[in-house]
């Protein structure tokens, strides 16, 4: 069914604040529905230390390589990782990835702006099934440690143990009480 | 009475997301009134497929364009139409107009911010009467898509037909259900 | 017990919208208990003319020296002020602080953003004991003004006269009103 | 024989520093050759006060349209004039352009890179017969003008007034004194 | 010997206008050498059709992984690619590397001012070993390419064919006829 | 005679690189002649371990502090220091310096783009008498370290022994040799 979309590169974007489940699983089915190789935007790349973008690009990037090895190893030679940072326009944010990166034909996002942008310069866009979004975004996660809920469920336990290292969980709390 | 304002270049800045009724009964009184020349500025012409600002400096150009072409023809030759990028400083704002412009001597705008920025740089402003605003605004406009209601009665048939070509109910609508 | 804090050069990160007491109580106290010498960083420089930024940096040096020199004389010769513009990462901004200014090893703040920042790049952080803080923030005396409440207990009698001259009020109340 | 490229909007960018015989004569070959509407692009319109780009896009503005109303009257309702700042990217200035301006489908220029950038883009480019360009262009004006040789046959007489009411020449030879 | 830099995650910054053997034969010296893994940074990622940068980060990015696995296939799975683009402030370089990243903790490069930067930030440099740099840098190459003469001994056959077909030479020469 | 132009606040530009006596000549002469009180400004604070620029701001901030209090004490308390980021529109320079900074109402600079930018926004300009200025610039200082020459009378004994623990002439050297 998927044959003819055979051979095609693309591209996944994503904030991964933090990397969980959600992601792994998409990123496996987009390489086992839609494209032989994977280009993983990291957005947002110069934020970090605000509510929406916690981390670093280069945290997201070190606990997304390692959620990778671990739980899709055999995948991983057919991905490469890019932090991106935004740009002012988001009419000119396709035309800057397609400076950036390889050439690619197809992208893999549930993201509505992120669909809309691409399909308005002409792209095939796939949405990869939800892996209980409801629970497992990183909106939710963000959220649940805020408000001292559960959320280490969306996350496999070596990559909360990272988190924990980096201080993820009081880095939010404290970011919570506002600037100014 | 207005006679002494006449021999003036004035600007009318604004955003146009979407042009409406409201622009062309302000631009002609503009002309009627207080200026012998408009030059009229496409605000945040770096911003689209955002909420704000859904339509691109260029779709609101040929928009605007045709609505003043239909609506406001006998005008046309004292019009100007230039797009101009934000800056991040308001306080420069005024200036940087100064420097992308052909000297002007007033403004014509209804915006609280337009009209405290040029009155700082000791500019006169005027405030053209309101159009129905409660319904005309391009907030009330992009409101009444995303919610479905009525809106068509705040553009020319024309430009609705545009409008729809472009997409831009649709844009609207996937814009409001968010960035992840 | 503060005797081994001494020696040491200071920054003290704010955006002084207005400058008020408790800047006073604060930078006092930092100089009386942390450190020798201090740089008071107005923030947020590029910014004016905005609800959360109503003053030019040229405006808020100008209140804030005249507010020192009243208030806090004696001190005035262990002070630097210096504007600096906001970058768009908060990860970047302690570094492009070291690169601005002349070494500093320790920071004055109760902001809690500021505070993890600096602890992130390993920075002594002191927390000045707090002035009515309920009552003389920035945000509450902004607050105050558009709700035409009391605020003028917060500021020295001389510094009301000032933003009344420069028509404080009446730009916060205006900008109040919205940009569009 | 160019009657199949008629219906065309075409774009004309340019520095214009300053407008002189060899723009209007470009421009009229276009809407008589080429375009049936022509956007004259200002370009680099944040420079100024350089020895480049020593007249702000607002005194180039005012300066081509005055040329354009004495030289090219006929035309001028086929002529947009649009200030546009550079942006750090070549890459992306075609799709920039694009972006900003009403939908046009071809370029008339003489610049090498001008002329690269369009045709990688995808665009028909026209060269502009050459008028005297060995002695009629910017760089000449403005090198003829810092060696103190002759240059006012360039530009029409009421054009090198305005220039001398700026000041143009005097303020190129200082900026040629150099910055430190 | 070089035991003790084993377990390392070194950067290689280069700007690949185009990649070359030079290139190859330092990655592999720093995979042999100095580091377990190697993140080669495509720098100067915003620029392009320059005669400083003439390929855009995605033709160079393209080119340098197929330049690797035709020459350095063994290494591959120990090498990221990512492209990063300049700031304005050369003090920051290095810290805004560690922000985008995952950890390092060395350099390999021969450039001067990189290993100025990185020096001054604290990191171990290494130089790799010239490869007929006289006659195989990217500047040789260009100048090369530009005047005429002979270069394609620096490049393996396959990569002289795609930047055929990407019009390298052509758009090189182009460039050099400069922007006015 | 300067009696007329007391109780000024002037402002007197510069890039610092390094601080010298030329600079505490025009200072002194400036508070003695011109001006009351004087805001020095570092300009282009945003660039350093470049050819033309290789101090950081806060390097040549505490540099010029030192000079000052050595050569310079009892005109301290009549000086401020400012660090200040070049923006990329020379006229509107100063507008941004009069957003930034204190009011002020003239300038002190030897800088014929300083003097033309500041005579443009209607300031009176003042020319510091030279002070050896064919041997004493930091131009003719960057040279004399690159090119091995005598430098050292231009700077104090105690400024010579901080550079050299900055390693200023060691960067200067290794900058001269270029960025590939």
Not at 91 to 119: A, C, D, H
């Amino acid at each position: 069914m998927f044959g003819c979309m055979k051979l095609k590169r693309g591209v996944f974007p994503g904030r991964f604040q933090p990397p969980h489940y959600g992601h792994v699983k998409a990123i496996k089915w987009a390489l086992d529905k839609v494209a032989d190789e994977l280009i993983v935007i990291i957005g947002s790349a110069q934020d970090s230390f605000s509510l929406k973008n916690p981390l670093t690009a280069g945290e997201r990037f070190t606990l997304l390589r390692k959620l990778l090895v671990n739980e899709a190893g055999s995948y991983l030679h057919r991905i490469s990782i890019v932090p991106v940072m935004d740009i002012n326009s988001n009419k000119q944010w396709v035309r800057y990835l397609e400076m950036l990166l390889p050439p690619f034909n197809t992208v893999i996002s549930g993201n509505p702006l992120v669909q809309l942008l691409f399909e308005d310069s002409g792209y095939e866009v796939y949405t990869p099934p939800m892996f209980s979004r409801s629970k497992c975004s990183g909106t939710y996660i963000r959220k649940a440690i805020i408000e001292g809920s559960q959320w280490e469920d969306c996350v496999p336990e070596t990559i909360v143990e990272d988190l924990n290292k980096m201080g993820f969980a009081e880095r939010l709390k404290r970011l919570s009480r506002g600037d100014e």
